[in-house]
């Protein structure tokens, strides 16, 4: 019987993506303007947090250098620090981007490398800010090809406290580091529910789980829906997830993730 752990300070990242082909909204918010009006409904949502991505992390999507990157995220984060104060994130592996992006206001980390790219691990010690640490099996590119695992919740359990050993190691205070099973990154569809039915163990990792189940594949395939009609499914998931322990839902419908998310709050305040 899988045990009901709800986090009493769930929180809600909202995601904005500056990429011109980003799955889940087809490269919508890619001018600057655009992506600002975004973040700030966002917002006004009632998103916790706001995560800001420039290269695309989809599968069979084509790295960006770190200059691109920087160009369609910094400017975005200056304008948005002007106006809120809301915490800020950035979604990317690179560290010359941590770097620009925590000077431009940003005070969030979200790696889906887990700072395995060279020199990730020493700049987002010396930035002092948290970090996420993401699971994934191979490289966007490559990792939904042929995904296999002998014990999925085990390997990537043991990778993820492999990763946090290598943050404390580089120095990064341990209360910085946030935890990611990295849904449907290398990972079929069986290897997401275990994940997901897994949150539970993943949370004895004794760090925060943030989760990133929406509008993914996963809900395309098993519902049969293209990515602009997978609300119901990922709301579905995002009550689940919460029911499970998660600490921060990474998702587009703010929104309707809050009222969902609201009433597992109530029912959690029952335990
Ligand atoms: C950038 N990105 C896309 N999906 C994600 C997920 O599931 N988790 C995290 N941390 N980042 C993600």
């Not at 209360?175 to 569809?189: A, N």
């Not at 996963?218 to 990515?227: E, F, S, V």
Request: overall charge negative; hydrophobic content about 45%.
């Amino acid at each position: 019987m899988t045990e009901l752990t709800i986090s009493p300070e769930i929180k809600i990242m909202g995601v904005v993506n500056t990429t011109p082909d980003s799955f889940s909204d087809g490269g919508k918010f890619d001018s600057l303007d655009k992506a600002f009006a975004h973040a700030q409904s966002l917002i006004a949502d009632g998103a916790d947090i706001i995560d800001i991505g420039g290269e695309s992390t989809r599968p069979g999507a084509q790295p960006v250098e770190p200059e691109e990157e920087i160009r369609r995220t910094v400017p975005l984060i200056a304008a948005l620090r002007e106006v809120s104060a809301i915490p800020i994130s950035i979604d990317t592996s690179k560290p010359e981007v941590m770097q620009a992006a925590v000077a431009a206001g940003a005070s969030m980390i979200n790696c889906i490398w887990a700072l395995r790219l060279d020199n990730a691990l020493e700049v987002a010690a010396e930035l002092e800010v948290p970090v996420c640490l993401m699971h994934m099996q191979g490289t966007p590119q490559t990792m939904q090809q042929d995904p296999r695992y002998d014990d999925v919740v085990g390997e990537v359990s043991d990778f993820l406290r492999r990763r946090i050993d290598a943050a404390l190691a580089a120095g990064i205070a341990e209360e910085r580091l946030l935890i990611d099973p990295g849904f449907g990154f290398g990972k079929t569809i069986e290897h997401n529910l275990r994940l997901l039915k897994a949150l539970p163990q993943l949370r004895r990792l004794g760090r925060p789980l943030l989760v990133g189940l929406s509008r993914k594949k996963m809900i395309g395939t098993i519902l049969d829906k293209p990515a602009d009609q997978r609300l119901y499914g990922s709301l579905s998931l995002a009550v689940t997830a919460a029911l499970l322990g998660a600490d921060i839902l990474r998702v587009h419908d703010v929104a309707e993730t809050a009222d969902a998310v609201g009433m597992v709050r109530a029912f959690g305040e029952v335990f």
